[in-house]
């Protein structure tokens, strides 16, 4: 198995940072702090931030808990300029 281009990385990170921007925004929107969003969505509080700084992959678990914690769908979570 090779290695991934550096091209590759390089997009994936543009990628995760355009979704960090994206996700952030919508927390704020629906006035949650990071601190109950973890709490609603069952993760722990470095788990947002990490997710908001672009540095945290997440499983299937944390996408569906975090779309039921924002109350919004999985096509808005992932509605994001890529």
């Known amino acids: 198995m090779s290695s991934p281009k550096t091209e590759d990385v390089f997009t994936h990170s543009q990628q995760a940072q355009k979704f960090a921007i994206h996700f952030r925004k919508l927390r704020i929107e629906k006035g949650l702090t990071q601190d109950e969003l973890a709490l609603e969505a069952n993760v722990d509080r470095s788990t947002i931030a990490r997710i908001e700084a672009g540095r945290q992959n ?21 509605d994001f300029e890529k």
């Open 58 to 78: 997440i499983t299937l678990d944390t996408i569906f808990g975090l779309s039921e914690a924002l109350k919004i769908s999985l096509k808005t979570l992932f």
